[in-house]
């Protein structure tokens, strides 16, 4: 960077310095995000089971090699019971091998040879130690043979035809986790990812399943007189146990040609919505073969299965939810929802399969890759202004978080916090690499990287060398503060101009603290000029307190600051109205119109109002538009409603929607509620309907429960109806909610049950209703009991609760289960007390949890 100094204006700096090449990126990250509510972070397995609660995850000693895993497997359907036989070849790391230890949760262990000789064994705290008969010197190959059978409680899913359910096709689903530790409940292994290997499986399954898993079909086998079929699968190239498949049952399946086959899988009667939802595969797979490395696998195939939240990367074989499969009603709304998820699925053949986090502190070599490739993706798919939009919408999430968690956690964490860090901050990561770097550097890295440790693990150190040995460049100072340590810059900025001297004055302040001290970042950062004069200047932010002095011919428009968004931030930028309602019209970038329509939502004014109007209306860019409904809600006159009103005839379904959620949040309105309510029966988009309807409620209609009624016959609309119902908080809808609280349809009998959090207090009939969901099959009936008996604050529930914690098989239920107790044994809040409260944790929750929603908006169940 040139710089010239004078000592009457401190630091001058000049542009066009080359020594701090900033080039264009011609991409911007897109994490899609919004807030949600802990109750589905706690209970979705959409997400790994927290691997941060109690200690640190370092990667773990190991004392031999696993060469080859190979599962032979049947099934006791009625008894839910998995029959096993796992041959494990090994070899000593170290000599005098005489006692080793597996994995092995809640596994029937019937016996264990090697070479035909019985060993001993034990089994404690989920591990099976193996006592040799001899000493095994190191590298000397051993081949266990473990007969085992489980009723497994985690891991493996047994989902068949039940009371809510009559039609459902049988299945049965592995679910590895992504940070591990559920795979050692079906089979014996190491369940770490610093040990790889090859694996196979032959599984018997009665004629007409499919089976799917790892690697290449080597042959399949039918035995007509017992009326089954052995499907024999070879993974013929090393990869993490955790990333071991298994998806069996009554599935539909069609096959593309590609470079590789190309599989598809969903429940039996859904084979017409296969090309509707998985149409844009191989474009995936070529996108990210072309940019990456080649597609490493024999195969890449997905099976869409029932009660699966999200997505499992599981190695040539994803797992996904069923929920992302796209009807022909809603596949405008929710398309690039399924894509987002295929997408993050598919990135992780590469990173997490093919290159694979040594220990669980560096789960974002794994996470945040696949969330930035999915915005990848999304960018090179829909174009670069969604994807600066999101990038800005995804930083905004991942800084209202507080900074006590590191991407990379150096001690036990708690999970909430570290989640956000590692999908969207690990994300972000990337996306700050590749500002540095710019894209044709960037690209060089990353392929670089994944072909350094292909079929291996690594770590963040690994990958900061990588960039170093492909582009040259030292990338520690970004790791340093960013990855290893939590927290980020928060900068306030204020800037005036000198026009006797022709100066522009930039005041920049860093306010973030670590243990009650200040402690600056050390950055670069643009600040760019609008108007008859447009400059760009550079810098490096480093200090508290920084006074910047830059030579400009005449006063700009306005000053914008990291305006590429480029580093990782929060920001607060002091201009005045006028100021910002012309960068909301004027600045060429969707990131600055969005920050403009952002800042304006919490000022008011006839001026601020009708530049949202303005922008709300005619804004290119439909992100643009949904900000400007965002905003003129938050501002909540009288005055802004005219504008959303005539919003909700906008031509893109997602500002209809937000339009019709911002006029739900202003004050009640008849004829508004008029406008949602024919809004909810005659929109063309489900998705727009279901807003209109949750809005109108929002807003506590005349005769609202007889209004509502009549969209429980609408398929569509029923869930949101059932919620609808509970917003209302008509006591008259119990009787309803009673019946629709046994509703075939999850949503709607889960909706159902929620809405007993608020309603029908006292009355015996709820009380009962929700002991008897804690005992459902159904997890999502189980869950919603749960945090009803938690609004309800019903003691009695109490010995229900402690039961469901101590054998619930899904821990995050459990735990829930258990919280739920500890809360209802403390005394009852004053209600004021109680009101402050919830406000405060919804406000908290929306913050710690926000990381979560794009991939739970795309399943809509969570």
């Not at 700096?13 to 897109?30: C, K, Q, S």
């Not at 016996?111 to 019985?118: D, K, S």
Request: aromatic share 10%; with cysteine; proline share 6%.
């Amino acid at each position: 960077m040139s710089r010239a100094g004078n000592g009457l204006l401190g630091s001058l700096y000049e542009t066009g310095a080359d020594t701090w090449p900033l080039p264009e990126v011609r991409y911007n990250n897109a994490i899609p995000m919004k807030p949600v509510l802990l109750l589905a972070l706690l209970l979705t397995p959409a997400f790994p089971q927290n691997p941060f609660n109690e200690k640190p995850s370092y990667a773990r000693s190991r004392d031999f090699d696993l060469q080859h895993l190979k599962l032979e497997l049947s099934f006791d359907l009625p008894a839910r019971k998995l029959l096993g036989t796992a041959t494990l070849r090994m070899a000593p790391l170290s000599g005098d091998l005489r006692e080793l230890t597996l994995d092995a949760a809640a596994l029937n262990i019937e016996g264990i040879t090697v070479a035909g000789r019985p060993m001993a064994f034990r089994t404690a705290d989920d591990k099976l130690t193996i006592t040799l008969d001899r000493q095994y010197p190191a590298g000397e190959p051993i081949e266990f043979v473990i007969r085992y059978n489980t009723q497994p409680k985690r891991g493996l899913f047994f989902v068949f035809p039940d009371k809510h359910h009559p039609d459902r096709p049988r299945q049965i689903w592995a679910d590895g986790d992504t940070a591990g530790g559920n795979n050692r409940y079906w089979f014996p292994s190491s369940d770490f990812p610093n040990d790889k290997t090859t694996t196979e499986m032959l599984v018997t399954v009665p004629a007409g399943w499919q089976v799917l898993s790892n690697g290449k079909l080597a042959n399949t086998s039918d035995n007509q007189a017992a009326g089954t079929t052995v499907f024999h699968w070879l993974q013929d190239k090393p990869h993490a146990t955790y990333l071991v498949s298994l998806v069996a049952g009554e599935f539909d399946k069609d096959t593309t040609n590609w470079k590789v086959p190309v599989e598809f899988y969903v429940p039996r009667g859904r084979g017409g919505s296969i090309a509707r939802t998985f149409g844009r595969t191989t474009q995936m797979l070529d996108f990210f073969s072309d940019n990456i490395a080649p597609y490493p696998w024999a195969k890449y195939a997905q099976a869409m299965v029932d009660t699966f939240g999200g997505g499992m990367e599981n190695t040539s074989a994803t797992t996904e939810g069923a929920a992302a499969i796209l009807e022909e009603r809603d596949f405008e709304d929710r398309r690039w929802n399924t894509d987002s998820l295929i997408a993050h699925e598919m990135a992780h053949q590469w990173f997490g399969d093919l290159v694979t986090c040594a220990d669980w502190r560096h789960t974002w070599l794994n996470e945040g890759f696949a969330t930035y490739f999915e915005a990848l993706w999304q960018e090179h798919a829909r174009g670069r202004d969604i994807f600066d939009w999101q990038e800005l919408r995804a930083a905004r999430s991942i800084t209202s978080f507080p900074a006590r968690v590191a991407v990379v956690p150096q001690n036990g964490q708690e999970g909430n916090d570290a989640y956000a860090m590692i999908y969207n901050k690990g994300g972000w990561t990337l996306h700050m690499v590749r500002g540095q770097l710019g894209d044709a550097r960037f690209w060089r890295a990353i392929q670089h990287y994944a072909k350094k440790f292909s079929y291996q693990t690594a770590t963040t150190a690994d990958f900061v060398e990588s960039i170093s040995e492909a582009t040259g460049q030292d990338l520690e100072w970004l790791f340093d503060q960013y990855v290893y340590k939590p927290g980020h810059p928060e900068f306030e900025v204020a800037w005036d101009y000198d026009s006797t001297n022709r100066l522009l004055h930039v005041a920049v302040k860093q306010n973030q603290k670590v243990d009650a001290k200040p402690a600056p970042f050390r950055v670069p950062i643009e600040i760019e000029t609008l108007g008859d004069s447009p400059q760009t200047f550079r810098f490096w932010a480093s200090k508290e307190s920084e006074d910047l002095y830059f030579g400009m011919p005449s006063r700009p428009q306005t000053v914008l600051f990291d305006p590429r968004d480029i580093i990782l931030k929060s920001v607060t930028l002091k201009k005045p109205a006028t100021e910002w309602t012309w960068q909301l019209e004027h600045a060429p970038r969707v990131l600055n119109r969005s920050e403009a329509a952002t800042a304006l939502g919490s000022m008011g004014g006839a001026e601020v109002v009708a530049a949202l109007a303005h922008a709300g209306a005619s804004d290119p860019f439909f992100g643009i538009r949904m900000d400007a409904a965002a905003s003129l809600a938050r501002i909540k006159t009288e005055d802004v409603r005219p504008a959303l009103l005539q919003m909700l005839s906008d031509k893109d379904s997602q500002v209809r929607s937000a339009a019709a959620g911002a006029l739900g949040s202003l004050n009640k309105n008849a004829a508004t509620i008029d406008r949602l309510f024919e809004m909810a029966l005659t929109d063309t988009s489900p998705a727009v309907r279901q807003a209109a309807l949750a809005a109108a409620a929002r807003l506590k209609p005349e005769k609202g429960l007889e209004r509502v009624k009549p969209f429980l016959d609408d398929q569509p609309m029923r869930p949101t109806a059932v919620s609808a119902m509970a917003q209302i908080a008509d006591e008259a809808a119990v009787p309803a909610l009673l019946e629709l609280s046994h509703d075939p349809d999850d949503r709607v009998r889960q909706s159902a049950l929620s809405a007993f959090g608020t309603l029908g207090k006292g009355k015996q009939p709820v009380s009962d209703r929700l002991l008897e969901a804690l005992e459902d099959q159904e997890k999502g009936d189980r869950q919603a009991a749960v945090f009803a008996l938690q609004q309800r604050r019903e003691t009695s529930a109490i010995p229900a609760l402690e039961r469901l914690a101590n054998t619930e098989p899904l821990p995050n239920i459990a735990r829930a289960a258990q919280a739920v107790v500890q809360s209802l044994r403390l005394p009852a809040p004053r209600p004021a007390d109680e009101l402050s409260a919830l406000r405060n944790r919804l406000s908290e929750l929306e913050k710690e949890n926000a990381e979560m929603k794009a991939r739970l908006d795309r399943l809509e169940k969570k």
